[in-house]
């Protein structure tokens, strides 16, 4: 790391960004919110059960409960007949003691019997009346769901920290929790910068691009959890820009792209440097190197180089952890082609995981946009480590 004449930190490493991008957002708040609700929130504080699943010993499948000793002659040649004295099905269960030779019709989820500690499927059964049924195999202990055997009351099963999927949520409701403490959704103001840019569907003239980023990262910003607030796309403008950084009060943070690396049109820059405070400028990766983070008038803001890729990977790789709370968890695969290795930066090349290996996608050019939708992965090649095919390689999965 180094210092820019004015003393703020250049050429941080990633983790050295994530760190100052964390010290610069409110501390976490928390709500609480209804399950159906908590779609893809982070959970704040550890749930644990209020009951035990399942709440009763019931039945794995759908055919009878018996005694295991009864049945342990039966065949399909010499089946054993047991004699039926009533059912248990789910909400009302078979009350009596099941006795020796005797058996319980008995469906999916229901209690088993008093007496009973095995089960004989419908499929292995022949009725002989009413009251008798034929086993043609012996009944078996292992398809009996035991008493609070996924959890028990009292256990604590979901802990915090954990973002909330479809799975998750049903848990917490067989946990028995109709709602969920959740950390509060982060407000995002999101701004696009540059003369060149222009929205999608607009005419394009020569020199021009359309506006990826902002419909890449609001989507991504959404998978984080967060609010977001799309400002208006701001032109090569001081004015033009301070007018728009006005836009974002009451955001925990300003994420804009383009006016950040080394240009004279590069404003966001200059105005974070001039008149507001710098907390790094330039990280050592690629793509991605010359993001920014500071503060406008006491609103966090993060800087996101105007390239496509640099724009999307540097959010991936830096700002996501940090948004969700949740830290990367890379792949450790061999290397199927080598990878190019930089002196002085920790590159994040674009590859293609297959086969259970990885290979180098190809173009890592930081405009080449669809290279991010063809490629599956990001291999990581730490600065100045050499990778050559048959290496191990640290993956971040896209």
Request: hydrophobic residues 40%; proline residues 8%; glycine residues 10%.
């Amino acid at each position: 790391m180094t210092r820019h004449p004015t003393g703020f930190p250049m050429l941080v490493d990633v983790a050295q960004a994530q760190a100052l991008l964390r010290a610069h957002l409110p501390p976490p708040a928390t709500e609480t919110v209804a399950l159906a609700a908590g779609l893809g929130r982070t959970l704040a504080t550890a749930l644990s059960a209020r009951v035990s699943h399942p709440s009763a010993t019931e039945s794995a499948l759908d055919g009878v409960a018996c005694r295991a000793a009864d049945t342990v002659s039966a065949t399909v040649s010499t089946p054993v007949a047991l004699r039926v004295v009533g059912e248990s099905r789910a909400g009302q269960p078979f009350q009596d003691t099941v006795g020796a030779g005797e058996c319980v019709r008995i469906y999916t989820g229901a209690p088993m019997p008093p007496g009973t500690d095995a089960i004989c499927p419908v499929e292995q059964l022949t009725d002989q009346g009413p009251h008798q049924v034929a086993l043609r195999r012996p009944a078996r202990p292992e398809d009996v769901r035991h008493e609070g055997n996924d959890f028990q009351a009292g256990e604590e099963v979901l802990p915090g920290g954990l973002r909330l999927s479809p799975a998750r949520l049903a848990l917490a409701a067989a946990l028995g929790h109709a709602e969920v403490p959740v950390r509060r959704a982060l407000r995002v103001a999101l701004l696009s910068t540059g003369d060149e840019v222009v929205a999608p569907g607009s005419p394009l003239v020569r020199g021009q691009v359309y506006d990826s980023n902002s419909v890449g990262l609001q989507a991504m910003l959404r998978e984080c959890g967060c609010e977001v607030q799309v400002l208006a796309h701001v032109p090569d403008s001081p004015h033009a820009l301070e007018t728009a950084l006005a836009q974002a009060g009451g955001a925990d943070l300003l994420l804009t792209t383009g006016g950040v690396s080394m240009g004279k049109y590069d404003l966001l820059r200059d105005l974070l440097i001039e008149q507001g405070q710098v907390a790094f400028w330039k990280v050592r990766m690629r793509p991605g190197g010359p993001a920014i983070l500071g503060r406008w008038q006491n609103l966090p803001v993060f800087g996101l180089p105007g390239n496509p890729v640099s724009s999307l990977v540097v959010f991936q790789v830096i700002v996501r952890p940090v948004l969700t709370g949740q830290p990367v968890s890379p792949l450790r695969l061999r290397a199927a082609s080598a990878f190019r290795t930089l002196p002085d930066k920790t590159a994040f090349w674009r590859g293609v995981v297959e086969g259970g290996t990885v290979r180098d996608y190809g173009a890592q050019g930081s405009g080449r946009l669809r290279s991010l939708s063809e490629a599956n992965a990001l291999v990581v090649v730490p600065e100045g480590q050499e990778v050559e095919v048959g290496d191990e390689v640290e993956v971040l999965l896209l």
